[in-house]
C-alpha cells in the first residue's frame, strides 16, 4: 500500500469513526427503546476490547505516518500522541483483565488527547496567512495529510479519541 | 464527501437488519450484525482508498507532450553534490512578513554545481532574466507547487524571456519522499534543476526562507523580488514579469555597460 492508499484509507476509516461514534452515543443516551436496550446489553460486553482495537489502530497508523511515510510530527502530534499511546496499555490490561474500572484511568487520557486534536484540527483546517511555506523544524500547521478536503491527521486522532470514549461510556459499570 | 451516503446506507441496512433479526428471534444477540456492519464499513473504506489511490496514479505521471516548449523531464541519480559560489551571499530572507527584504538590488552570487544527471549547471550571473525556485522533497506545499506550475508549463511551455531554474535542497534521506529525482521524474518536471549540496550551499547563498522559496533576478543577475511559500499561477507569472521588468530592464542595461 502507497502512502496515499493507506492515507485515504485511514481517512475513510475516521470518517466512519465519527459515524458510529454518533450511533454509539445514540444507544447510549438515546431513547430507551427494546432494540437499543438489547443493543446496549450487547455492545456493553465488547466494549472494553473494541475501544483497545481503536487505540492499537491509532496507535499503528500513527506510527505508519512517522516511521514509514517519514512524515516529521510537531509539537501538538507529540502531545496526542502521549495521550494516545498510552491507552493501547491500559485498555488492553482492562480488556485482558476484565477491569470495567480501566475506563477510568483511560478518560482523562481520552479527555486530554480529544482536546488537543480538536485545537489542532482547527489550526490545520483554518491555517493563517504566512503558512503556504515550510520550514526546516515541523510546524503544526503543516498538513502531511488532507484526504476529501477535510480529514487532516489531527482530525483521524480525534476520530480515535471521541470513538473510544464513546464506546467507554457503555462499558458496565460494574462486570 | 461522495462516500456519505454509503455510510447512511450502510446504517440503514444495519438498522433494518438488526430490526429483522430482532422480529425473527427476539433476545438474541445482535453482536454479529453490528461486526458485519463494522465488517462491511472497513472494507468498504478499503475499495474506496485502493480506488482513488489507482486513479490518482493514473493522472500522477503525465510527461509534457512531445515536441512542446516544456523541455525535457530531469533524470538522474545524485541527491546532494558540490554547489560552487562566486560572489557574496544574500541576505536571509526576512522572516517577519511585511519586512522589506534587505537583498533587493543586491547582486546575486552565480552558483556552479551539477543537475541530478550530473551535468554541468550554473545558476545566476548577469546575462538574462532569470527565476530561481527552491524546493524540498519533503515540503508538501513544494509537493503541490510543482504539478500546478508544470501542469501550466506543459500547456504553455517554459516562460519565454526568463531562464528558469529550480534548485532541489534540504535533502534528507529519513524524510518523506525521498529521493527529490524520484519524485520531481513523476510530476514530469522539466525545470532545470540544481542539485544543492548536503549543508544547502546554494539555499544559504540565495538566503532562503521557508520552502518553496522563489528569486527573481534581472538581466544583470541583481534580485528584483524574493518570495517564500506556494504560489499561484498568476503571483509565479508576475514574478516572472517582474524579472523581465520593463523598466528594470533599462536599469539593468545600464548596469550593464
Known sequence: MTVATTSTFLAAMAIASFVATALLLVVRFGPQTALNARLRRDLSRVVLPASWLVAITATLGSLYFSEIANFTPCKLCWFQRVAMYPLVVILGVATITRDARGRLYAFPLVAIGAAIAVYHSYLQAYPGSGSSFCTLEAPCTQRHVWEFGFVSLPLMALAGFTLIAALLLLVAPEE | MSNKPNHSANRNRTAARVAAAEAQKPGGSTLPWILAAVGVVVVFALFLAIRASSSSSTTASRPPPAGSAAGTVVQGNLSTADVAVAGNALPAFPDKPGTPDPALGAKAPTLTGKGFDGSPLTVGGAGQPTVVMFVAHWCPHCQREVPALQAEFNQKGLPAGVQLFAVSTSVKEDA??????????????????LVDS???????????????????????????????????????????????????????????R
Open chain 2, 176 to 193: 518523506a519522499n525521498y529521493p527529490p529525482v524520484s519524485w520531481l521524474v513523476k510530476e514530469g518536471w522539466t525545470v532545470p534543476t
Open chain 2, 198 to 256: 548536503a549543508d544547502g550551499t546554494a539555499a544559504t547563498a540565495y538566503g532562503l526562507g521557508g520552502f518553496p522559496f522563489f528569486v527573481a533576478l534581472d538581466a544583470s543577475g541583481n534580485v528584483v523580488a524574493r518570495t517564500s511559500g506556494e504560489l499561484t499561477l498568476e503571483q509565479f507569472n508576475a514574478l516572472v514579469v517582474a524579472a523581465k521588468g520593463t523598466p528594470a530592464s533599462s536599469t539593468s542595461s545600464v548596469a550593464a
